[in-house]
Each structure stands twice: as C-alpha cells, then as structure tokens.
C-alpha cells in the first residue's frame, strides 16, 4: 500500500530555517498534488502549501514569501522549504498526496502520520 514518509521536523529559533521531506512509497500510478497541512493545538488543520505535477503551486497568505513548496515527479517527493520562521508556525505538519494506484481507477488521499515543528527562544 501506499505510504508517506515526512522528515525534518524539530525545534527551530524564531527567524531561523527548516526543511521539510516527504516520500511518498508503494504501487503508485501518478500523483496528481501534494500538499503540507499544518495544525496547532485548539485549531483547525489548514493548508499551507500545495503543489501539482505540472508544477503549478500555492500558498497559505500567512506563509507566502517564507514558504517554498517544491517536488521530484521522478522520486515522488515534496519539499518545504521554511524560512523565517515564526512561534505562529507552531504546529504538527502533514503530508498530503492525491494519487492514483492505478491507471485507470480513482484518485485517493493519503496522509503522513505528521511531524512536529516548534519555533521557540
């Protein structure tokens, strides 16, 4: 089955980077987008940056300009990029793909089991 492998969460200065991985592995046709959610404690998860296989992005308005969202069509991987970063992006970071298994079958959602990033002085 498939399965989504993120890294590269941990603790993190205000105004200081962090690069976020994810992997996605198993019996996979393509991979229409990939997407970082993040949620805090209390909040709603919420998208912070998603990517197509065409390359197409978009960003969360809180994040833009800090944020950059990249991916490996080859390696079916997906890149955040943080910079900048501030005790607001505080939250567990998930991994999301649309993809589909097969050819000719429906696309289906898939998760990373989400990592923990904390900006803190």
């Known amino acids: 089955q498939v399965q989504l492998v993120e890294s590269g969460g941990g603790l993190v200065r205000p105004g200081g980077s962090l690069t976020l991985s994810c992997a996605a592995s198993?019996?996979?046709?393509?991979?229409?987008?990939m997407a970082w959610y993040r949620q805090a404690p209390g909040k709603q998860r919420e998208l912070v940056a998603s990517?197509?296989?065409?390359?197409?992005?978009n960003y969360e308005d809180s994040v833009k300009g800090r944020f950059t969202i990249s991916g490996d069509n080859a390696k079916n991987t997906v890149t955040l990029q943080m910079n900048s970063l501030k005790p607001e992006d505080t939250a567990v970071y998930y991994c999301?793909?649309?993809?589909?298994?097969?050819?000719?079958?429906?696309?289906?959602?898939?998760w990373g089991q989400g990592t923990q990033v904390t900006v803190s002085s």
């Open positions: 999301k793909a649309e993809l589909q298994t097969r050819r000719w079958d429906y696309t289906y959602l898939y």
């Open positions: 198993g019996s996979i046709f393509s991979i229409n987008v």
């Open positions: 990517i197509t296989s065409g390359g197409s992005t």
